[in-house]
């Protein structure tokens, strides 16, 4: 079992910057593959970024590629998402999930590829 917190987000300007954090509990960290996905009142879950276990592959969705980085560190158990230059329209709830086996394919882009995921933290770009 495996219990995921998210922190970090909160209220920003368009064009500012937030770094979420999400902590994952278990010993067994690096056998994870995890992933973020948003979800904007009214619409579907969307992937965001996602990363292997080793931490040496990375995917993101298009529409933040080049603002959005996804990072983990082992050694706390934390998996991370830096958002820049952020806009209106990456306004949702923010969800860290986990998924215990490395990526096959494009399934990275499923939620119902994960087989964790945490409550979600609120993200909120202002114009």
């Known amino acids: 079992q495996v219990q995921l917190v998210e922190s970090g987000g909160g209220l920003v300007q368009d064009g500012g910057s937030l770094r979420l954090s999400c902590a994952a509990s278990?010993?067994?960290?690096?056998?994870?593959?995890m992933g973020w996905f948003r979800q904007a009142p009214g619409k579907e879950r969307e992937f965001v970024a996602a990363?292997?276990?080793?931490?040496?592959?990375?995917y993101y969705a298009d529409s933040v590629k080049g603002r959005f980085t996804i990072s983990r560190d082992g050694a706390k158990n934390t998996v991370y998402l830096q958002m820049n230059s952020l806009k209106p329209e990456d306004t949702a709830v923010y969800y860290c999930?986990?998924?215990?086996?490395?990526?096959?394919?494009?399934?990275?882009?499923?939620?119902?590829?994960?087989?964790?995921g945490g409550q979600g933290t609120q993200v909120t770009v202002s114009s």
């Open positions: 999930v986990a998924r215990f086996a490395q990526y096959s394919g494009t399934n990275y882009l499923r939620p119902d590829a994960y087989d964790y």
């Open positions: 278990g010993r067994t960290f690096g056998s994870y593959a």
């Open positions: 990363i292997s276990g080793s931490g040496v592959n990375t």
